[in-house]
């Protein structure tokens, strides 16, 4: 679908507005100094260890365990994460060692 000019600004327009409120709402919601709700500490304590574990899911739901070949790239770079982690408490490290391991198994290995 190709957008013509004023509808393209539009979306720039709508995308700038969107991201701006959703930068400048909490500066707008809660006091500067003031006590930060309990609920949003404790999101921030629980979200993130649920949406990687939701990551985590979402990319192994198409893991075929037909043939080693449709496990064992998957499994290493899992491990590798892991170990990763584990070593260099580096959360970008741990990512791209994994999917450059996980690409380089898949690429030249288990073609």
């Known amino acids: 679908m190709?957008?013509?000019t004023g509808?393209?600004?539009a979306a720039i327009g709508v995308m700038a507005a969107v991201?701006?409120?959703?930068?400048?709402?909490?500066?707008?919601?809660?006091?500067?100094g003031g006590k930060i709700p309990?609920?949003?500490?404790?999101?921030?304590?629980?979200?993130p260890p649920a949406i990687i574990a939701m990551l985590i899911i979402y990319c192994l739901k198409?893991?075929?365990?037909?043939?080693?070949?449709?496990?064992?790239?998957?499994?290493l770079s899992c491990g590798a994460v892991v170990a990763l982690h584990l070593w260099k408490k580096n959360d970008l490290l741990s990512i791209f060692g994994?999917?450059?391991?996980y690409m380089v198994l898949v690429q030249t290995v288990f073609a």
């Open 38 to 47: 309990g609920i949003i500490l404790y999101l921030g304590r629980v979200l």
């Open 62 to 75: 198409g893991v075929s365990f037909a043939q080693p070949s449709g496990w064992i790239p998957a499994a």
């Open 98 to 101: 994994g999917t450059v391991l």
């Open 2 to 4: 190709t957008l013509n």
């Open 7 to 9: 509808q393209a600004l």
């Open 19 to 32: 991201t701006f409120l959703t930068r400048a709402l909490p500066f707008f919601v809660f006091d500067r």
